[in-house]
């Protein structure tokens, strides 16, 4: 078996930095929407710590980017109260749509930052296109409707029972693990991600 380390220790430097905005946009809209629950729980902020979760965010991904599982990751998550939002259930569901457009807008920018730098720092240029292709899979990945991820609260928004949401969620840690371990979920995923990358690099060549 081939360990990919080198691999490992990009995505896990990529998806810090990329997991910051994705968790900010969450706390952002929220707080634009009316609740002040991210606010107070320190969440309002670009300051890395308050939104890298050490299990989801570093030994996840490295593990599963280690033996070539596909990417498997997430942020802490962001707390919010429905009933502060504007539109309430409506209102949920943008603050989960948020963090996934936040990589989308982050796959543009360094699409373009790559393009741009492509012959006079082709080191950074490179680096910047693997921040895009991993952020289009990240927005991707996360709109997966289980637990923890925020494809999940779509699911509350569309006003699913909370007994059977909270049944999900008791085994939505384990179901993803499995689902992109054991299965070709996360080949399929790449592949996806892939062609909107290719789509959003086709604005700048």
Known sequence: MNLNFEAALLNVALLCILTVPHEFAH??????LGDDTPENEGRLTLYPPAH??????VLLPALTSLF????LGWGRPVNTNTARLRWHYNGLALVALAGPASNILLAVLFAALSFFTAKVYADLSEFASRAASLSVYLA?????????????????????PVAIYAEIARFG????????????????????S??????????FY
């Open 27 to 32: 706390a952002l809209v929220a707080h634009l």
């Open 52 to 57: 890298i979760d050490m299990i989801g965010t």
């Open 68 to 71: 070539g599982g596909g990417l």
């Open 140 to 160: 991707v990945f996360n709109m997966i409707p289980v637990p923890p991820l925020d494809g999940s609260k779509l699911l509350i928004a569309a006003r699913l």
């Open 173 to 192: 840690f384990v179901f993803l693990i499995v689902l992109m371990s054991a299965t070709n979920f996360g080949y399929y995923l790449s592949s996806y």
């Open 194 to 203: 892939l062609r909107i990358t290719s789509a959003i690099f086709g604005i």
